[in-house]
């Protein structure tokens, strides 16, 4: 473990989170982000070295709990994430801020508060998994999640500002990703599910590995990635 760089990666036990913790986990060590221990141990147990970050990072107390167990850090990988669908009509208080509260300050939050120890790591680095949600507008129904989804890109590309020279941030947008997320909004939308037709998540986790990999002098700053098919 002492030879290998450290990597957090939250939303780590489904989807492009455990994709991205299965690349990793190649040479990094890995701390798996999940709301449970039940979540996170298949993929923990799959890893040459690895260990698990277990917290619901809407709650405040528990994530700064959690982030105080940590005492080195190299690579924040935020992936954890939830979707929301709804026009402005529908969508409650409660609605608007668990979706923003989960998709932006969790984001936020946990950057705070590890952010001593990927200064102190020297070549440390934020990769945030946005959306290609996160530079459209105008979509009737998307308006919560969209609406996360360009406040995390505004809030990684001022991050990005702040800590330059310091910690190295890469803001990553995939387009319409296989993953449980994806099936159910196809299903939603009563559309036929073709995962040829979506991005692999080991296609994403490429590209966090290539950011996180690039040479110190230099950062990726922000990476968007589609389908070729978009119909």
Known sequence: MSQRRVALVTGGSRGI???????????????????????????????????????????????ALAARRISHLDALVHSAGIALGGHVADLTRDQLRHIFEVNVIAVADLTRLLLPLLRASGDGHVVALNSGSGFASGQPGSTAYNGSKHALRVLTDALREEERGRVRVTSIHPGRTDSDMQRQLQATSGRDYRAEDFVRPETVAALVRTALETSPEAQLETLSVRPVVTS
Request: some cysteine; aromatic content about 4%; proline content about 6%.
């Open 17 to 63: 989170g455990r994709a991205i913790a299965q690349d990793l986990g190649r040479d990094w060590h890995v701390l798996v982000g999940g709301r449970t221990s039940a979540a996170v141990a298949p993929v923990v147990a799959s890893l040459p070295s690895a260990e698990p970050f277990v917290c619901d990072l809407a709650d405040e107390e528990a994530t």
